[in-house]
């Protein structure tokens, strides 16, 4: 029987990105956060929508473009339903959506992290090998994240890192994390190999 333990991290961000902004009021570059607001607006068979976004220090207002002078038989009903409606689960999928590149941007490392255990052993895990599933951006980085969750410091991890015992792949550890992340520890002969891995699957020692 296999001694590799497999666990699946799901990466829910706190807070959305928030661009700067040249603020009217203060006259100068502010961040800005999303309201969870979207104003629409039609003009005969042509819509506009716009994700609400204000100033963190005054609360000015700056709109975010989603459809621009787009005939309304070309939105698909549910979406249109949803923007007049202000769902918040598309606002919050709105808010997470790229920004141009050359807008400056503010991402943030607050994650709520769930996690699910893939395939487990009935033996003393030799190895772990976790999966992160990231569907919206966050500034994490992987080192803080694994320090984090694993209940270690991140001089540890680095010191697993540069003995060959950790490797965090595609990136390495001193990115921010990325769907698709895949973390692999070897714990053979790891003095606290099980709290490591009792961690790993959200369960106390």
């Known amino acids: 029987m296999s001694d590799v333990l497999h666990v699946?991290?799901?990466?829910i961000p706190?807070?959305?990105?928030?661009?700067?902004?040249?603020c009217t009021r203060c006259r100068g570059a502010t961040r800005f956060r999303t309201s969870g607001k979207i104003r629409v607006n039609a003009n005969g068979k042509?819509?506009?929508a716009w994700l609400i976004y204000k100033c963190t220090s005054c609360d000015n207002t700056w709109n975010r473009p989603i459809l621009e002078r787009r005939h309304v038989s070309t939105i698909e009903p549910h979406l249109l339903a949803s923007l007049q409606a202000n769902d918040p689960e598309l606002c919050r999928r709105l808010a997470f959506e790229q920004w141009?590149?050359?807008?400056?941007v503010e991402?943030?490392?607050d994650v709520t992290v769930r996690k699910n255990v893939v395939s487990e052993?009935?033996?003393?895990?030799?190895?772990?090998?976790?999966?992160?599933?990231?569907?919206?951006?966050?500034g994490l980085r992987v080192d803080r994240l694994v320090a984090n969750e694993l209940r270690l410091s991140r001089s540890r991890i680095q010191s697993m890192q540069n003995a060959g015992h950790l490797a965090a792949s595609p990136e390495g550890l001193h990115r921010s994390i990325r769907n698709g992340l895949q973390v692999r520890i070897e714990l053979r002969g790891v003095h606290d190999?099980?709290?490591?891995?009792?961690?790993?699957?959200?369960?106390e020692a």
């Open 8 to 11: 699946q991290w799901t990466i």
């Open 107 to 109: 991402h943030f490392d």
């Open 193 to 203: 190999g099980d709290k490591i891995a009792l961690a790993a699957m959200g369960r």
């Open 121 to 138: 052993t009935t033996r003393p895990a030799g190895r772990l090998e976790i999966v992160c599933v990231v569907p919206e951006t966050t």
């Open 100 to 104: 141009r590149r050359k807008l400056k």
């Open 14 to 22: 706190a807070n959305a990105p928030e661009p700067w902004l040249n």
């Open 46 to 48: 042509r819509v506009d």
